[in-house]
Each structure stands twice: as structure tokens, then as C-alpha cells.
């Protein structure tokens, strides 16, 4: 069973930094785009940022020049170092992948972690 845990979230006061953190555990062949989502109350989910395997990264507007999404392959982690925070950062943060398991056939399936939730507030 693959699964993508999540940590590093909590509450920051506004110009802070946090950094989030994601592992794949479990069985599977290999990890391809990784991403990270945020949700804040009320509101739909948002893509924040994305990575390819080969480095490539992806950030919303919103975001761009604050967070750095970087991941360790060896490791099977993505992390996001999010700087000068705002209160509208505010959110549950999501890490998802696209990852190849094999069971019968080889096939690639996306996954979600659990959630952490990060704060701005002073």
C-alpha cells in the first residue's frame, strides 16, 4: 500500500517561513510529477506548485518568488520551503504524486496525503 505522509506544518506569524515535507512509503516502482495542493476554508483545491523526476518545477501566481518546491529522489520526498508568508496562505496543504506500482500490470496511479495544516497569523 502506497502512501504520502505530510509534515512540517503549523502556525506562522506573516513574513515567516515554513517547511513542508512529503514521503512516499510502500511498494512501487517509481515517482513521477509530484505536486503540492492547498485548500483554505470554503475554497476550491489549488495547485501550488509542481515537479517533474527530471527537476522541472511549476508555481502558481500566487506563490511565485516566496515557495521553492525541490524534491530527493533517493528519498522519495518532496518538500516545499515556503518564505514570506501571508495570512491568505493560510490553508490545509496536500502533497500528491503520480506514482508506478505494480501488481498485476504496471500502471501509474495518483495519490494524495493526508493533509497538514498551515497557519499565518500574528
Known amino acids: 500500500q502506497v502512501q504520502l505522509l505530510e509534515s512540517g506544518g503549523g502556525l506562522v506569524q506573516p513574513g515567516g517561513s515554513l517547511r513542508l515535507s512529503c514521503a512516499a512509503s510502500?511498494?512501487?516502482?517509481?515517482?513521477?510529477?509530484m505536486a503540492w495542493y492547498r485548500q483554505a476554508p470554503g475554497k476550491q483545491r489549488e495547485v501550488v506548485a509542481n515537479?517533474?523526476?527530471?527537476?522541472?518545477?511549476n508555481y502558481a501566481d500566487s506563490v511565485e518568488g516566496r515557495f521553492t518546491i525541490s524534491r530527493d529522489n533517493a528519498k522519495n520526498t518532496v518538500y516545499l520551503q515556503m518564505n514570506s508568508l501571508k495570512p491568505e496562505d493560510t490553508a490545509v496543504y496536500y502533497c500528491?504524486?503520480?506514482?508506478?506500482?505494480?501488481?498485476?500490470?504496471?500502471?501509474?496511479?495518483?495519490?494524495w496525503g493526508q493533509g497538514t495544516q498551515v497557519t499565518v497569523s500574528s
Open positions: 515537479i517533474t523526476s527530471g527537476g522541472s518545477t
Open positions: 500528491n504524486a503520480d506514482i508506478v506500482v505494480v501488481t498485476s500490470v504496471i500502471t501509474t496511479r495518483n495519490y
Open positions: 510502500g511498494s512501487f516502482f517509481r515517482i513521477y510529477d
